[in-house]
């Protein structure tokens, strides 16, 4: 099992930048992709970004270009920093971790708020 733990949501103005951390803790050996998914008010929760042990990203349409995921292996935390943000970008972030056994596990979640 992976324990996660968030941090870094909060509000923030239209064109703002905010950058999400998730650390990991546990079976961290058996981690492969990390990732963070969104879910707005009402709405299904959707991808956002994810990155592989090798590197590589893929990204939603809606945030390429402002939005960018990275990782830290020796730290065991993922980051998504957050730029050009938009009141569409409201939602609960919640981070992932894939273990190489199939399994997913999520973050508790955290509140970013686009708002004047």
């Known amino acids: 099992q992976v324990r996660i733990v968030e941090s870094g949501g909060g509000l923030v103005q239209p064109g703002g930048s905010l950058r999400l951390s998730c650390g990991f803790s546990g079976s961290i050996f058996s981690i492969t992709n990390m990732g963070w998914h969104r879910q707005a008010p009402g709405k299904q929760r959707d991808h956002v970004a994810v990155?592989?042990?090798?590197?590589?990203?893929n990204y939603a349409d809606s945030v390429k270009g402002r939005f960018t995921i990275s990782r830290d292996n020796a730290e065991n935390t993922v980051y998504l920093q957050m730029k050009s943000l938009k009141p569409e970008d409201t939602a609960v972030y919640y981070c992932?971790?894939?273990?190489?056994?199939?399994?997913?596990?999520w973050g508790q979640g955290t509140q970013v708020t686009v708002s004047s």
């Open positions: 990155i592989a042990k090798d590197g590589s990203t």
């Open positions: 992932y971790a894939d273990q190489d056994v199939g399994f997913r596990n």
